[in-house]
């Protein structure tokens, strides 16, 4: 037994050492943007809406990059299924939550894409800048469905975890209310990706560091849309219309668990 962890041991240390450089890399890459390149745009005669859409697009190109890199150190693997459906504008793109760069995944692929974010991001000098210059939508603000459901019918895209925080393996899979009553606010179909991460690793409560063996194997799978006509076109009150369409879309993901 000695003998089998002394073997393993290098191998344990450039797992922690590749796992180190891929998160640096991530925070200075935001700390850079955020102090340089994202203040330039407020010096161009640019308008609020064209200034977030480049600052978008510049996310979007960049996170594939952040990907790789994180392929060619052995610390991911990532597959995608039915990821040219992300491509189109104007969606409410809905997944779960089971590790740390679940968002970066999906900014990579969805277009011109909003997303709802923790107000902490707002202050953390990594990520303020990148997050502002994004106009993404902070999670504790009062009017959170208004703005969402604005976002959508501009034709932006927008990304939101409905469980809240990031999926507890140990604990029953639950939505929270907020995605139904967004698509019903904007009256917008949902597009549910069901995201998988073999093994468990990036949770919440998990340190970084915490590496196995095993490159983690993610997969994202975009699931045909959840049509909301069938909700609105009912006489049902809107507390139960939002009950009813929360529960249908956890049992996209129950079935595809």
């Known amino acids: 037994m000695t003998e089998h962890v002394g073997d393993d041991a290098p191998f344990l240390s450039t797992k922690v050492l590749c796992t180190a450089l891929g998160f640096t890399v991530f925070g200075a890459a935001g700390l850079v943007l955020s102090v340089t390149v994202f203040p330039l745009l407020y010096l161009l005669p640019l308008g ?15 996170f594939p990059s952040y990907i790789g890199l994180m392929e060619k150190l052995r610390l991911i693997r990532v597959r995608t299924t039915g990821a040219e459906a992300l491509d189109e504008s104007g ?3 809905v997944a779960n939550h089971p590790s740390l760069l679940d968002v970066v995944y999906l900014i990579a692929l969805a277009r011109n894409a909003n997303c709802v974010v923790k107000t902490s991001l707002f202050y953390n000098p990594f990520t303020a800048g990148v997050v502002r210059a994004a106009g993404y939508i902070r999670n504790d603000s009062a009017d959170l469905v208004e703005e969402c459901a604005a976002a959508l019918l501009s034709g932006e895209s927008l990304i939101i975890f409905p469980e809240g925080t990031r999926t507890d393996p140990d604990r029953p899979f639950k939505f929270l209310r907020g995605a139904a ?4 606010q904007a009256g917008t179909d949902i597009r549910p990706v069901v995201i998988r991460c073999k093994p468990a690793r990036l949770m919440k409560h998990q340190a970084w560091h915490e590496m196995s063996k095993e ?3 993610v ?6 849309p959840l049509r909301i006509g069938p909700y609105t076109d009912s006489n049902d009150p809107r507390p139960r219309m939002s009950r009813r369409l929360t529960r249908d879309l956890e049992n996209i993901y129950l079935g595809n668990q």
């Open 181 to 184: 009553n967004i698509a019903l």
């Open 215 to 217: 490159t983690l194997e």
């Open 91 to 93: 969606q409410l793109i």
């Open 48 to 62: 609020s809406r064209r200034r977030v859409q480049w600052a978008r697009s510049l996310l979007q190109g960049l």
């Open 219 to 224: 997969t994202l799978t975009v699931c045909p």
